[in-house]
């Protein structure tokens, strides 16, 4: 990764940290980011820092390992929630954790997030905000995660509120923010009589679009491989023969995208 490449994420970890205190989604120290700029560097938030007052001379770069490499600050204990999720997902290139409070309400109450209840949430989040369970801090929590990590992309962490990742920092933190916003939702309806699960056809449906657009979880569960679209099939061989460096998914993917687009 280029030197600017790394500024630019470091001024978007600088801008989500803030954006972060500013939802009201963490009060005192809480709440991490972090982003993975090449294999063995990662770019993360200090410890003991509020979100608020996060600055670039802030930021710590530690290894995979969690090892500082440098930066004034030391790196948070949680850290290995995150190492979690980078080394059992190399797609993942950020992960973001808080305590949003509707979305650490339900598991601070040992209460499933009732997802999925909105059509669109399937789409951006797979079927399953599962809940992991309460740990002590540190590798037990990590353990308890890693199970977690390559079926879905947000979780709930019991006592220790909600964690997303992604392959952006945009991306990780649309999920933190959507898995807050359902469980603000859900629990809008609880005196409604709660919300309403979707019909398991149209989960079905919608995972399979999730699917579709390149979304899907390496290991999620009850997501049917799509058929191959052959128009996809043969726009991304085409692009494949003209632009031999473009990877054959990654050409599928922009074929499937453009297909989708046009209203295929
Ligand atoms: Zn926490």
Redesign the pocket.
């Given at each position: 990764m280029s030197a600017t490449s790394e500024t630019r994420l470091r001024q978007e970890l600088v801008r989500y940290s803030l954006a972060m205190h500013a939802a009201g989604f963490v009060a005192n120290h809480?709440?991490?980011l972090s982003v993975r700029v090449a294999d063995d560097r990662i770019v993360c938030t200090p410890t003991a820092f509020s979100k608020a007052d996060v600055t670039l001379d802030d930021l710590v770069v530690v290894d995979a390992a969690g090892t500082k490499l440098s930066g004034r600050r030391r790196p948070f204990s949680?850290l290995v929630l995150h190492r979690a999720v980078y080394d059992a997902r190399p797609d993942a290139l950020a992960v973001v954790?808080?305590?949003p409070p509707f979305a650490t309400a339900f598991g601070a109450a040992g209460k499933p997030l009732p997802h999925p209840f909105l059509p669109e949430a399937v789409v951006s989040l797979g079927a399953a905000v599962p809940t992991v369970p309460l740990t002590p801090p540190g590798k037990p929590a990590a353990d308890a995660l890693a199970p977690f990590v390559r079926r879905c992309d947000a979780v709930l962490?019991a006592g220790?509120?909600a964690l997303a990742w992604g392959p952006t920092l945009e991306l990780a933190w649309l999920r933190l923010e959507l898995v807050e916003h359902l469980a603000r939702i859900a629990h809008a309806a609880l005196p409604l009589g709660g919300v309403q699960p979707l019909p398991a056809d149209m989960v079905t449906a919608l995972l399979a679009a999730r699917a579709r657009a390149g979304l899907r979880a390496p290991d999620e569960a009850g997501t049917p491989t799509p058929p191959a679209d052959p128009v996809v099939q043969r726009a991304a061989a085409q692009a494949v023969s003209v632009l031999p460096n473009v990877d054959r998914q990654v050409a599928e993917r922009i074929a499937a995208e453009v297909a989708r687009s046009l209203g295929r």
């Open positions: 809480d709440g991490n949680e954790h808080a305590h962490l220790n509120g």
